[in-house]
Each structure stands twice: as structure tokens, then as C-alpha cells.
């Protein structure tokens, strides 16, 4: 059984209509993470959490909310996409000095 | 502050040696390589704390150099299956595991 998942693996949307992504883990990790990959950029982080409510803002997070209600679940939301989220995203997640485990990706495309 | 990666890319025959190089401006609290198939996921390879310890894994090893605060990836004997994009990822102090990633090395390595 996959210790990471996401949902869904592709989505296409329109330009202006909310977006949410799910990151499911089954390893009781505290902290996850929510990056966005692109050409030429690297892995950039969106959004991480430490535990249940505790979520801190990365190095893009214009555009993003997160939630995280449970241990397992750490979900994105895009609130109003734009054709510039058009990424793959990956959720990860890790324990304190761990490397990152990351899930499948998701591939958004916003038209 | 994103660390600067060298090569770019690298096209290497079955059985070479390469070294991949992650360097940054700002002093480093650990140093993690990953690395990455097209439309997979990364994959997590190791970890190097602060202390310029070297590690190893098969025939891929990396070392941290503080002073320099630099790290180096060692792939020896290549094999097929180490082609993919490797990426470094550095963490600074206080930054609550939080990396910022390179934009990657493209390895190849041909039979």
C-alpha cells in the first residue's frame, strides 16, 4: 500500500473556478509539504504543515489556502485558478531531520 | 537563495563516473539529494547534516563541505537506471525541515 496518495491525478479547469487537492498519508508523519513543479524552476514549496492546524506559508503561496483538519490530510486549494497554476504538484511528507517522501503529483491544467 | 546545481546536464556511457555538484550563498544546516524520472515523483537518495560527514548508498555517495557550503553527489559505474533529473535540496537553520531545491541535473547515461 502506497504510504502517500493524491487526488485527483489530473484535473483540467476552468480560469476562475476554485481548485482542491488532496494529499492522503497513512505514516503519521507530522510534517507535510505541498510543492509545485515547472520547467526550469525546480520544486518550489506552496505551503507546509507541522501538525493538525499548524500550517505556514512557502516560498509561493500567492493564490493558495491549505488546510489540514486531520494528521492524514493536507488538502490545497486554489481559490480562484489562474492559467499560471498550471503545474504538476506534489505533496511530500517527513519527519523531523527524514528525508521527504513525496507522493504521485497531480497535473493541473487551468485553461 | 536558491543553491546553484553544476552540470546542467551530462551524458555519460554505461560504467562512468560523475560527480554533481549543489552550491549556496548562505551557510547550510543539511543537504538532501533527490532524484527524479520523467512524470515520476522524486525520489529521496540521502541526507547530509551540518559536520562535513560523507555518506554512501551502492555506488552514489555525497559529501557536504561546510566551508564551502557546498555539496557534491558521486555516481560511480553508472547503470542505466541512474539516469533521471537529480536534484539537491538545502535547508537552513530554523527553517522547520523546510528545503529549497536547485533546478536539477539531467544525467543520461547510455549503453
Known amino acids: 500500500d502506497a504510504g502517500i496518495t493524491q487526488s485527483p491525478r489530473h484535473k483540467v479547469t476552468e480560469t476562475g473556478t476554485p481548485v482542491t487537492l488532496r494529499c492522503h498519508q497513512t505514516e503519521n508523519h507530522r510534517y507535510m509539504y505541498w510543492y509545485r513543479q515547472d520547467p526550469g524552476h525546480g520544486l518550489r514549496l506552496i505551503h507546509y504543515?507541522?501538525?493538525?492546524?499548524?500550517?505556514d506559508k512557502g516560498e509561493v503561496s500567492d493564490g493558495y489556502s491549505v488546510s489540514r483538519s486531520k494528521t492524514e490530510d493536507f488538502l490545497l486549494t486554489l481559490e480562484s485558478a489562474t492559467s499560471s497554476q498550471t503545474s504538476v504538484y506534489f505533496c511530500a511528507i517527513s519527519e523531523p531531520g527524514q528525508g521527504k517522501n513525496f507522493g504521485p503529483g497531480t497535473r493541473l491544467t487551468v485553461t | 537563495q536558491q543553491p546553484v546545481q553544476s552540470p546542467q546536464a551530462v551524458i555519460l556511457r554505461e560504467g562512468e563516473d560523475a560527480v554533481i555538484n549543489c552550491s549556496s550563498s548562505k551557510a547550510l544546516y543539511s543537504v538532501h539529494w533527490y532524484r527524479q524520472k520523467h512524470g515520476e515523483a522524486p525520489i529521496f537518495l540521502m541526507i547530509l547534516l551540518k559536520g562535513g560527514e560523507q555518506k554512501g548508498h551502492d555506488k552514489i555517495s555525497a559529501s557536504f563541505n561546510e566551508k564551502k557550503q557546498q555539496s557534491s553527489l558521486y555516481l560511480t559505474a553508472s547503470q542505466l537506471s541512474y539516469s533521471g533529473t537529480y536534484f539537491c535540496g538545502t535547508e537552513y537553520g530554523g527553517s522547520q525541515g523546510n528545503l529549497i531545491f536547485g533546478k536539477g541535473t539531467k544525467l543520461s547515461v547510455k549503453p
Open positions: 504543515s507541522y501538525g493538525v492546524k499548524d500550517t
